[in-house]
């Protein structure tokens, strides 16, 4: 059975740091890509950043280029989104999900199976 887990959410500070996770089981993430989407309330779901099985590659939305990090973990079966210098319109609730093609998906259409979302809240 496929599944998602995220962690890693909470409340911080603006300019503090989060790293979220997404581990997931029922299969192995090296040969699949993982996207970390947000949503924020009463706006359509987003797409932050993607790595890519196929060649590591990465790919990051404009509004957190330089500040979010993606990263994966084989051994741990677990994919990382390293967050710095967050803002409060970084508020949302994100959600890791995997695309079966192992290429670099940007489109929420495009991946296949979704964790459950963990919330993070930017706020002083």
């Known amino acids: 059975q496929v599944q998602l887990v995220e962690s890693g959410g909470g409340l911080v500070q603006p300019g503090g740091s989060l790293r979220l996770s997404c581990a997931a089981s029922?299969?192995?993430?090296?040969?699949?890509?993982i996207g970390w989407f947000r949503q924020a309330p009463g706006k359509e779901r987003e797409g932050v950043s993607c790595?890519?099985?196929?060649?590591?590659?990465?790919y990051y939305a404009d509004s957190v280029k330089g500040r979010f990090t993606i990263s994966r973990d084989n051994a741990k079966n677990t994919v990382y989104l390293q967050m710095n210098s967050l803002k409060p319109e970084d508020t949302a609730v994100y959600y890791c999900?995997?695309?079966?093609?192992?290429?670099?998906?940007?489109?929420?259409?495009?991946?296949?199976?979704w964790g459950q979302g963990t919330q993070v809240t930017i706020s002083s």
């Open positions: 790595i890519s099985s196929s060649d590591g590659s990465t």
């Open positions: 999900a995997v695309s079966f093609s192992g290429f670099i998906r940007v489109g929420a259409d495009e991946y296949d199976y």
């Open positions: 029922g299969f192995s993430l090296d040969y699949y890509s």
